[in-house]
């Protein structure tokens, strides 16, 4: 659970830390921050084991956290420079990582289900006992293409969860506006089964996604894990946030904090005290401004990078 | 007077078939409309019907006859009254070829006889095997395949039913259904599914019908196989074919006739390949499915049929981005890739094989035999050419249709 802890603070204070850096002009761009999601990722990736792929949106520095990339090579690549994952050609949107089995990472809202069900369809195809996890948010669950996957992930019985990071807005779009019906009923047609989660409880998480890695680990075929969470800054970060209220916005972040939740439940515990939480508040600081000092003296990528990695040369 | 039955184009792009079954017999009666006999095409199994009432006065191509020429004759069909030995045809539908004209810019001595076979690459002097460009595209599938695992073949109708076109025919039977893959009609979604494959270092073959349905692909294509390996740094890249044919079929309307290799070339990050010959198909789609990169495999329809010569040698493997030189000369050089290299089949212009990766279309050519706009008077498909009394079975095909394609062709070199 320390663990668990630790994890969500990283990608806590390592976005707040790139929010401070854009604010400086040092991220340009677009950059979509996690804070408010966090039990999400580190719920879910807690169940999965090496060998089994992830793939995620725009709205991604906390999977790649979690999966174990560098805070150094992700607040590099968000800043621009060479020393970050893609060396600077991919930005805050694309890093990715063979090593790691996190395949990125992408623009396009909607692509990383039928993405995710290729990574899905090559463990089945080698027989890895791998699965696969794909994210992607409310807004992309709208897309043809998720329900494309969906058939054929069924029709194969592809290892895969489908994770709908519901956070109740697209941009500027609220769930009422935009979705009918509930995501986790929308693969019943398919014979996909799916369930809602809090996504604000990384334990509740947990329980589902380890349920669900059996299903699917078993060569049942996918599965859809909705799970219920909520951002607290604007969609990217030249969002005012206009379409909801402070009060909402409050709200949440006091009663329904995943960090202050799972931080009451170690203590509660008595396994652990502050100066425990204290150390870990600290080790997460360090790594985290050793991650902006690391961007800030990373050259910016030599112009001749422009025409290299266009294709595979050779 | 009796009547020739021809056999009929059954698709547009149907140049010869099966005479799978006779439906009648010599001395039968039939009727405008009836069903006379079975054709199987590339496509699918068909009846012919007469066009005509009258008597089967004699079968000229017995049941089960494979590669009946499309035009060629295969019955009499007499009037009443008539006897079979007034069905002994007097003319046939088919001439033999004439000698290409020559024309004053070409120097004889360096005009190749185009009436044969293509000549085959330079470089594989060896012994050859006479190809379709349908066969040369599956043997290409089939002999990556068993090189390697990590290639698999998947799209709409490529496995149970042989390919749409018949370009995966008998994979299936060979790989089984893990390694051929049918989808439903999702190109978006089964375009993103290789993508995501070729992503954890599979080596998708990704077929589309035909190129035109891609077009609900295209950013799975753009977006996510082509720029990936630039915002990744070069860390993460996409080994992926996909493959179908492209451009103009014949009178299948706009929706189904575009050309994409401008599009496609448009893209950093694709190669485009649009071959022309058998040894082409196969060379280039081997290079493409080793390559590492995603390359965009543009075929013809009209040239599934068309025999060429390919050299023999198992490791027969042509290399992308270099265009090839068909025909030397000294006044002018033509560019053309795909069907253009050689409009009107094989003969006319020369051209280069391949619209070249990052946009460039490399090559070096030669004028054609006669001018572009004008067949030659050899020229099967042209209504000169064609005996008085044309008929073909159960088809009233419009000779000024075929006309105008060739005009066309004629405009598009
Ligand atoms: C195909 C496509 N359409 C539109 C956009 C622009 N866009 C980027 S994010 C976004 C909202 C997506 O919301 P959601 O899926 O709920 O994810 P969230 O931002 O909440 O994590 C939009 C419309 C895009 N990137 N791709
Ligand atoms: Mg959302």
């Known amino acids: 659970m320390m663990q668990f802890y630790k994890d969500m603070l990283l990608i806590r204070r390592f976005e707040e830390k790139a929010g401070q850096l854009y604010g400086m002009g040092l991220i340009g ?73 996190f395949y990125g990472g992408h623009g396009i809202v909607g692509a990383t289900a039928p993405l995710g069900a290729g990574l899905a369809f090559a463990h089945k195809y080698r027989n890895d006992g791998g699965i696969a996890t794909a994210y992607y948010g409310d ?38 506006r935009g979705s009918a019906g509930d995501f986790c009923k929308r693969g019943e047609g398919y014979g996909i089964p799916g369930e809602k989660v809090d996504g604000m409880n990384v334990l509740a998480v947990r329980t589902s996604a380890l349920k669900a890695v059996d299903y699917v680990r078993s060569g049942n075929g996918p599965m859809i894990l909705e799970v219920m969470t909520y951002r607290y800054r604007g969609h990217s970060m030249s969002d005012p946030a206009k379409y909801r209220t402070k009060e909402e916005v409050e709200q949440m972040r006091e009663q329904h904090d995943p960090i202050e939740n799972i931080r009451k439940i170690i203590l509660e515990s008595g396994k652990y005290k502050e100066d425990d939480f204290k150390k870990a508040d600290k080790d997460v600081k360090d790594v985290v401004n050793a991650s902006a000092e690391f961007a800030q003296a990373s050259p910016e990528p030599d112009p001749s990078e422009l025409w290299t990695d266009v294709l595979v040369e050779g | 007077m009796s009547i020739q039955i021809l056999m009929p184009a059954l698709s547009p792009t149907m140049t010869e078939g099966k005479l799978s079954k006779w439906l009648k017999k010599e001395g039968d009666k039939v009727k405008a409309g009836q069903a006379i006999a079975e054709i199987e095409t590339d496509k699918a199994t068909m009846e012919v019907e007469a066009v005509d009432e009258g008597v089967i006065g004699k079968i000229l191509v017995p049941a089960g006859t494979e590669g009946v020429k499309v035009n060629a004759p295969i019955a009499v069909l ?62 290409a599938m089939a002999e990556e395949m068993r090189r390697d695992q990590d290639v698999f073949v998947m799209g709409e109708e490529v496995a149970e039913y042989q390919g749409a076109y018949k370009v995966t025919q008998g994979l299936l039977q060979e790989f089984g259904s893990k390694r051929i893959i049918d989808t439903p009609i999702t190109e978006y979604g089964f375009a993103g599914i290789g993508v995501g494959a070729a992503f954890a270092g599979l080596r998708p073959v990704v077929e589309f019908m035909t190129w035109n349905f891609a077009m609900q692909a295209l950013d799975q294509i753009v977006s996510s196989a082509a720029k990936t390996l630039y915002m990744a ?55 493409a499915i080793r390559d590492p990169n995603p390359v965009v495999f543009l075929e013809n329809e009209i040239m599934y049929g068309q025999h060429f010569d390919v050299p023999a040698d198992p490791d027969f493997i042509l290399p992308i981005g270099k265009a090839k030189i068909e025909r030397t000369g000294e006044h002018v050089t033509i560019t053309a890739f795909s069907r253009m290299v050689v409009a009107h089949g094989r003969r006319g212009a020369a051209g280069g ?52 394609r060739h005009a066309d062709d004629g405009n598009l070199l």
């Open chain 1, 29 to 101: 761009g677009f950059c979509h921050l996690y804070i408010g999601q966090e039990a999400v990722v580190v719920g879910i990736q807690s169940a999965l084991e090496p060998k089994d792929s992830v793939i995620t949106a725009y709205r991604d520095h906390g999977h790649m956290l979690v999966c174990g990339m560098s805070a150094n090579g992700v607040m590099a690549e968000l800043t621009g420079r060479a020393g970050g994952y893609s060396k600077g050609k991919g930005g805050s949107m694309h890093m990715f990582s063979r090593d790691k089995k």
């Open chain 2, 233 to 287: 740094g070069g860390k993460l890249g996409c080994p992926i074919v996909f493959r179908g044919p492209n451009g103009p079929a014949s009178r299948v309307a706009a929706q189904h006739s575009q050309c994409y290799a401008s599009w496609y070339g448009h893209i950093p990050g694709l190669k485009v390949l649009a071959p022309w010959s058998s040894a082409d198909a196969k060379g280039l789609l081997k290079a």
């Open chain 2, 353 to 404: 094989r391949q619209a070249g990766g990052r946009g460039d279309q490399r090559g070096s050519h030669q004028p054609p035999h006669h001018p572009p706009a004008r067949c030659r008077d050899d020229c099967q498909q042209c209504e000169e050419n064609q005996p008085p009394r044309f008929r073909r079975g159960g088809l009233a095909l419009r000779r000024h249709g075929l006309r105008n």
């Open chain 2, 78 to 139: 007499l009037e009443e009254g008539e006897t079979s030995s007034d069905a002994i045809p007097a003319k046939t539908a088919t001439r033999p070829a004439a000698e290409p004209p020559s024309i004053s810019c070409v120097p004889q001595s360096q005009t190749p006889a185009f009436a044969g076979v293509a000549k085959i690459e330079k470089d594989w002097t060896g012994p050859t095997v006479s190809l379709t460009v349908r066969e040369a595209l599956r043997d």
């Open chain 1, 139 to 176: 807004g992309a669950a709208n897309q043809g293409q998720v329900y494309e996957a969906y058939n054929m992930a069924s029709l194969w019985k592809l290892p895969i969860i489908f994770i709908i990071e519901n956070n109740g807005y697209s941009m500027g779009t609220s769930l009422a």
